[in-house]
């Protein structure tokens, strides 16, 4: 498939995927990128910015393909050091940036001098303007669906993809939700130039997460995911488990008074549990309801390979043959 997001981003198909805290190290990245997508790795997820230069000298050594780099920006009481982590991204050669938590503008115009493409995640159509009017190159439109970070708007990607569609020039993908060849094909009916996936990436064989958090996934149903922190306006899909039914009867019990420092317990520092050591009640962590959709753990060229067949398959004989009728 050829879209404007293969051609922005050298790739052979049009599927990214999204940074992941505690997921997106190298091998995640290079197995995404060695299967015709453009892998990430997740910036923040290193802790500091010489720590990210050796994981993408570590990716180099595995693919040579293109692959980027996820830095989200988070609200924090200490940020971590961002024009840092710009800088070993510049240095490092790497030509895709995925952000997301916050407008990038500041450091455009280091990442944009460098040549590197700018690919800006949001969950609202206002942001996605505001993105392309600061001079991102394509955005990733996250709906309500998503794991993570769906924002306050609650908007589903059957309204949001449209809209996206309407509003912008500069190409989008569709985010949240997507885990199928059929969602590709429907992603791009809807004007989208490719897809951003998030929680399918995790299923695979590559994916460096204990197994637990891969069979949790394929177990899990798309009615198996929480809303939690609404009342901090910082909500986030999470799979339901001990540590979020426990958080979440915290919020109900302390409303509009609830704090983070309440719920540090179920949220704080709980991914390398999660992800490294497989303790899947440690607290709340990303999935989103695609989870419904996730039946096995494929390599990712499987995966991909999969997606990208089934998506031309319903485009060629499903679609066209319902013209020719
Ligand atoms: C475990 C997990 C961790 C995530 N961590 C981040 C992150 O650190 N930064 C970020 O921008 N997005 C993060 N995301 C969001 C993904 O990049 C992507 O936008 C989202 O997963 C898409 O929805 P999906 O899971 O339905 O595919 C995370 C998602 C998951 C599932």
């Known amino acids: ?63 040579d393909k293109p692959f980027g780099v996820n830095l989200t920006f988070l609200p924090a009481v200490t940020p971590p050091d961002y024009p840092g982590f710009i800088k070993t991204i510049v240095d490092s050669g790497v030509k895709a940036v995925e952000t997301a938590g916050n407008n ?62 309407e509003a912008l020039k500069i190409p989008f993908v569709a985010s949240g939700g997507v885990g199928t060849g059929s969602q590709l094909a429907a992603a791009l009916a809807l004007g989208a130039d490719g897809i951003n996936m998030g929680t399918r990436f995790i299923a695979t064989v590559e994916a460096p997460v204990h197994q637990n ?7 899990a149903t798309e ?17 339901n488990n001990a540590a979020v039914q426990t958080l979440l009867a915290k919020e109900k019990e302390m409303g509009a008074a609830l704090t983070f420092a309440d719920i540090a317990e ?6 390398p549990r999660i992800m490294k050591d497989g303790d899947m009640d440690a607290g709340g962590w990303s999935c989103g309801m695609v989870a419904g959709l996730i039946h096995d753990v494929p390599t990712c060229k499987e995966l991909i390979e999969r997606i990208v067949s089934e998506a031309e398959a319903i485009i060629r004989s499903r679609l066209e043959g319902m013209l020719a009728a």
Not at 266 to 271: D, I, R, S, T
Request: aromatic content about 4%; glycine content about 12%; some cysteine.
């Open 1 to 63: 498939m050829k879209t404007r997001i293969t051609e922005l981003f050298g790739i052979k198909h049009p599927i990214i995927q999204g940074g992941m805290h505690y997921v997106g190290f190298a091998e995640m990245a290079a197995a995404v990128s060695n299967a015709g997508g453009l892998g990430i790795i997740t910036g923040l997820t290193q802790r500091t910015p010489e720590g990210l230069a050796k994981e993408i000298e570590r990716c180099k050594g595995m693919t």
């Open 104 to 165: 990038p503008q500041k450091y455009m115009p280091a990442l944009k001098e460098a040549g590197i493409k700018v690919i800006h995640k949001c969950t609202a159509v206002r942001h996605a303007l505001k993105a392309e009017s600061i001079g991102c190159d394509a955005v990733s439109v996250d709906g309500f669906e998503c794991g993570g970070h769906p924002g306050e708007d609650d908007v589903g990607n059957w309204v949001l993809l449209p809209r996206a569609a």
């Open 213 to 219: 958090v891969k069979d949790a996934i394929v177990a």
């Open 223 to 239: 009615l198996d995911t929480r809303l939690i922190m609404r009342p901090l306006r910082n909500t986030e899909r999470v799979l």
């Open 266 to 271: 179920e949220v704080a520092g709980v991914y």
